[in-house]
């Protein structure tokens, strides 16, 4: 994943509503896609927004996006286009942003965390931060870089299936909110198969390579709850507001979205608290082979312990020592040592200590 928390030096001292992107730039050029639809459909890319404020009065509904967020023009126009608040902006331009709604009376902005897997060979868990906001007939996403989780929701908006050509901008804005949240489903699948390739090598043979994986799991795992865990309250706050802009007919549908919500939460601490055992395991497991090593180690040199004492009288220098002389002396020291090894290690299996 990316980086959990960007520097904001370049935002000390100015004021509040300074149009400054703090983030990673993700694309070379911003991109804006413009789709209407009603009883037709139309979509078109543009380079800028400077005269289409008269989408605001038609009847149909528009979805703007916006791929690329270090374009600080681009927002500004939209923001006068729009009169988008200058904070709003601003937390626009933060990709740090914790997931939140705010009722502007024209306008309710949302900002969350979409997740997803990359089409790599390795399936890494990617995150970005989008921004909508919603008005009377209209939707502007905000994205990080091209490339997303909509691709469903712009074909069926294309080939008119369901009934979201016949709802208002609201419905466009659960859709959007929807699909990003059944993605941290298939990002929780990835993570649980996972934990359970980690769990078949603990058991196994665990190794530091291995606490290194659980460690970068269990990371990505609490950076997926930061995101996630306050996504909740904005959920609930879609669910209960009385802004006009939200028709009752669409609150039913936010109410299963936090239900889903609700089931991301309860999935992510069960992963935390399997990854958490994991590493108590592997520490259990360091800790039991080393002290399988030191038990060898012990039972080793108290066999030999005996047997340099016996040697030891052997190798001191007196002249005169009665087994000196003897003729088969040799070979009775080594049948003693021979025997105390045997009386040893017989004794140490007879206690299990072997």
Known sequence: MRKRFHTRAKKIGLPAGSLIHIGEKLTDKARITIIEYDEYYSKEEVVEIHDYSFFREKPTVTWINVDGLHDTKIMEQIGNIFNLHPLILEDILNTDQRSKVEDMGDYIYIVLRMFYKSEDK????????????????????????????????????K?????????????????????IVDYYFIVLESLDEKIELFEDALACNPDRNLLLDIQNLKREMIFFRKFVWPLRETISLLERSDSTLIQESTNIYFKDIYDHIIQVIETTETFREILSGMLDIYLSSVSNKMNEIMKALTIIATIFMPLSFIVGIYGMN?????????????????????????????????????
């Open 159 to 179: 080939n008119a299936k369901g009934r979201i050509r016949k709802a208002g901008a609201d419905f466009l804005a659960y859709c959007l909110i929807d699909s």
């Open 318 to 354: 007196f002249k005169y020592m009665p087994e000196l002389e003897w003729r088969f002396g040799y070979f009775m020291v080594w049948s003693i040592i021979l025997a105390v090894a045997s009386i040893m290690l017989i004794y140490f299996r007879k206690k299990k200590w072997l």
């Open 122 to 157: 390795n399936g890494i868990v990617k995150s970005e931060q989008v921004s909508l906001v919603l008005g009377n007939n209209f939707v502007i996403s905000f994205q990080e870089k091209p490339g997303d989780v909509f691709n469903p929701i712009r074909d069926r908006i």
